[in-house]
């Protein structure tokens, strides 16, 4: 599932670079909303994200796209792999920014772990 994010002034640090905790927010919530439309009805909560690495600057202006994939799928969590590049306008090309799986666990009104539904999308 694709997704497209504007780098706009209150994104950046006194630097002028996009912030970090920024950008892992927002894979945190393409990887949520991704969840949560293939497995409607269930709750989610983030349980774990396997590598924090940055591998280019971003700059006021860049257009990110983050696109999340399944990776796998347990009896309770699900995990997704996010890719997220920046688009060069004037070329149309993409160079990747960052990647990471990201695990979210099912969890009912109270917290606990909750065997998943199946998938809207197989």
Known sequence: MEHYKL???????HHGFLFGGTLLKWVDEVAYI???LQYPGCNFVTIGMDRVEFKKSVRQGTILR???V???KGRSSVTYRIEVTKK???TGGEEVVFTTNITFVRVDSEGKKKTLRPSSHG
């Open 7 to 13: 780098i706009m002034p209150e994104h950046l640090n």
């Open 34 to 36: 991704t969840a949560t």
């Open 66 to 68: 983050l696109n999340s």
């Open 70 to 72: 399944l990776q796998n």
């Open 88 to 90: 060069d306008v004037a």
